[in-house]
């Protein structure tokens, strides 16, 4: 029987998932470490972000949060996105909502309206 796991951000937002066994304290120290015993394989993430600096952070709070990142895309703008997302395997997306070209907003209901997309939208 699995439990599950929460992590509280500093600013008050809250993440909640199934974790396969309780941590030696009952807590977690992070996303990256609830991820990182939900994700069994190595996954693939685009991150969708205009600021190369929010990219970099989002990058290696995954790497210190040990995801199991198989590649890691990147895209500054929805379009950008879009055209990676219909010649790459990818498992998880990670968005801004205001971008240049094409906002987040608008990249989820292109993503959702792909006939072929594999991708489901947790929102």
Do not use: C
Request: glycine share 10%; net charge neutral; proline share 5%.
């Amino acid at each position: 029987m699995g439990y599950r796991g929460q992590v509280e951000g500093r600013s008050g937002w809250r993440f909640d998932a199934p974790v396969p066994h309780r941590f030696q304290n009952g807590t977690s120290r992070g996303a990256g470490v609830v991820l990182g015993h939900v994700i069994q394989k190595p996954i693939n993430i685009l991150v969708v972000e205009d600021s190369d600096a929010v990219r970099a952070v989002l990058a290696m709070s995954l790497k210190i949060g040990k995801v199991p990142v198989g590649n890691l895309y990147q895209a500054t703008n929805g379009m950008e996105a879009l055209r990676i997302l219909r010649t790459e395997p990818i498992d998880l997306v990670f968005t801004d909502i205001n971008m240049p070209e094409m906002d987040g907003i608008e990249l989820m209901e292109a993503m959702a309206r792909e006939k072929n997309s594999k991708i489901r939208q947790l929102w």
